[in-house]
């Protein structure tokens, strides 16, 4: 597929704009299918379960190759990047490494195209294998084990979706009623959510307006307490705002 076989290119170029993916696995043959799968999305550019590598690049006019890096470099060499930076026509920047990479990371930073998106390896037809078979099975990272068939474990696979997807969840309090828990507000993880960002989720003008918010939850000692516009809100904090008429 990844080469473009029976229209293959485009059928994978769905998985660049996803969220996350779940690899759906047959718990009897998991890891051919998985090798596969993986090599097919490996060989689009589609890294999974990968933070991009933290080597940076700056180019200049004169001074040939410089490297640097911050930890000790056991899975490349200096030359193996010179070679790789003049194979792409690089022969002037300034290199630093600040993590232990490897060539194929060096490279996937030079062309700058791939994609990280976490993935979930779905682990079907649990109803047929043993207590025993399952525990080994579930050692492979990112696992979720289910049946299909008797709609096991479900709500769990919801749970490490929501886990992967990398978000949290804040519920919005009007004064004098209660939190309207069916349409929380769900914004990113990272960066850390304050109340800014929390404002800005909700309408792009609320900032403005913003004077002070009471928060219930676990980012506060008390319950509930004022806060201003840089408190860092966690998952499932209950917010009440207080704006400027």
Excluded at 29 to 40: S, T
Excluded at 141 to 157: F, M, R, T, V, Y
Aim: glycine share 6%.
């Amino acid at each position: 597929a990844k080469d473009g076989k029976g229209r293959g290119k485009q059928v994978i170029a769905v998985a660049r704009t996803c969220n996350v993916i779940l690899l759906v696995l047959d718990i009897v043959k998991p890891l051919g299918h998985k090798l596969i799968i993986e090599r097919e999305l490996d060989g689009f550019g589609i890294r999974l379960n990968q933070t991009p590598p933290n080597i940076v690049i700056k180019k200049r006019e004169r001074g040939g190759i410089t490297i640097s890096s911050t930890t000790r470099l056991t899975n490349i060499t200096e030359e193996e990047i010179k070679t790789i930076l003049d194979s792409y026509r690089i022969i002037n920047a300034e290199v630093v490494f600040k993590g232990n990479y490897d060539a194929d990371q060096l490279i996937d930073v030079i062309e700058n195209n791939r994609a990280y998106i976490p993935c979930i390896y779905v682990m079907n037809k649990i109803d047929s294998i043993s207590i025993e078979e399952l525990d080994i099975v579930s050692r492979i990272p990112h696992n979720c084990p289910i049946s299909a068939h008797h709609k096991w474990n479900i709500d769990g696979l919801l749970e490490v979706i929501w886990d992967h997807l990398n978000l949290v969840r804040f519920y919005t309090k009007p004064k004098g009623q209660m939190p309207d828990y069916n349409e929380p507000v769900i914004v990113r993880k990272d960066p850390p959510p304050n109340l800014e960002a929390f404002c800005n989720k909700i309408h792009r003008l609320m900032f403005k307006r913003f004077k002070y918010a009471w928060v219930w939850g676990s980012s506060v000692k008390h319950q509930p307490q004022r806060v201003g516009k840089d408190h860092i809100l966690e998952d499932e904090d209950i917010v009440q705002l207080v704006l400027r008429v």
